[in-house]
């Protein structure tokens, strides 16, 4: 049985696949547990030439940043 939060990962990790933000990349860790996530998130620290490298196991919290980065 799919809890509504489970639905919306599912959802959310097909538009990830489908249409990834630019610098981010991510995926279930395993096929049983859609709740725990891997991420690579790449961006800019402190000035352009700086690149910043994050690989970051997240629970849950992917949902959120991927929303946030879509809105722009």
């Known amino acids: 049985m799919s809890t509504p939060a489970r639905k919306r990962l599912m959802r959310d990790f097909k538009r990830l696949q489908?249409?990834?933000?630019?610098?981010?990349?991510?995926?279930?860790?395993?096929n049983?547990?859609?709740?725990?996530?891997?991420?690579?998130?790449?961006?800019?620290v402190w000035k352009e030439q700086f690149d910043l490298f994050l690989l970051v196991r997240v629970?849950?919290?992917?949902?959120?940043?991927?929303?946030?980065?879509?809105?722009?």
């Open 59 to 72: 629970v849950c919290i992917f949902t959120f940043f991927l929303n946030f980065v879509h809105a722009f």
């Open 18 to 30: 489908q249409d990834p933000p630019a610098g981010i990349s991510g995926a279930s860790q395993d």
């Open 32 to 44: 049983y547990n859609i709740m725990l996530w891997n991420a690579v998130i790449f961006g800019y």
